[in-house]
């Protein structure tokens, strides 16, 4: 295989694993591919993906949905983050959400306390 079509095999993959979190990547789901690490920053350098914080990558061309910041704090705060919503006892309008909106990212730790990150 030429290194040519290997860095598209590269770039497919990880653009597909991508699809799934609204298209981000990390290192650590390049190297659960196979794909070296090294590999996000030249796609980056090409413009396949854009740099978003260190060791957070998202391809350009996945259209940006209301989702995404969510999604981009998860993965900023590593592989054992999920996030959690308040709900909201406040809203009077009957068609809104249940949630205010606001969310908060935890990281569970391996001793296990769980620091609470808001965002």
Same mark, same amino acid.
């Given at each position: 295989?030429?290194?040519?079509?290997?860095?598209?095999?590269?770039?497919? /993959?990880?653009?597909?694993?991508?699809?799934?979190? +609204?298209? +981000?990547?990390?290192?650590?789901?390049?190297? /659960?591919?196979?794909?070296? /690490?090294?590999?996000? =920053?030249?796609? $980056?350098? =090409?413009?396949?993906? %854009?740099?978003? $914080? +260190?060791?957070? +990558?998202?391809?350009?061309?996945?259209?940006?949905?209301?989702?995404?910041?969510?999604?981009?704090?998860?993965?900023?705060?590593?592989?054992?983050?999920?996030?959690?919503?308040?709900?909201?006892?406040?809203?009077?309008?009957? *068609?809104?959400?249940?949630?205010?909106?606001?969310?908060?990212?935890?990281?569970?730790?391996? %001793?296990?306390?769980?620091?609470? *990150?808001? =965002?």
């Amino acid at each position: 295989m030429s290194m040519k079509s290997l860095a598209e095999t590269h770039r497919r /993959a990880l653009r597909g694993l991508s699809l799934d979190q +609204y298209g +981000y990547v990390t290192p650590t789901n390049a190297e /659960a591919l196979g794909v070296p /690490a090294i590999e996000l =920053r030249k796609i $980056a350098q =090409r413009g396949g993906l %854009v740099h978003v $914080a +260190y060791g957070l +990558y998202r391809f350009a061309d996945i259209p940006i949905t209301e989702f995404d910041t969510f999604m981009e704090a998860v993965l900023r705060c590593g592989p054992d983050a999920h996030l959690t919503a308040t709900q909201s006892s406040r809203s009077t309008d009957s *068609r809104s959400s249940t949630h205010d909106g606001s969310a908060s990212v935890r990281h569970t730790e391996s %001793v296990g306390h769980s620091p609470t *990150r808001s =965002r």
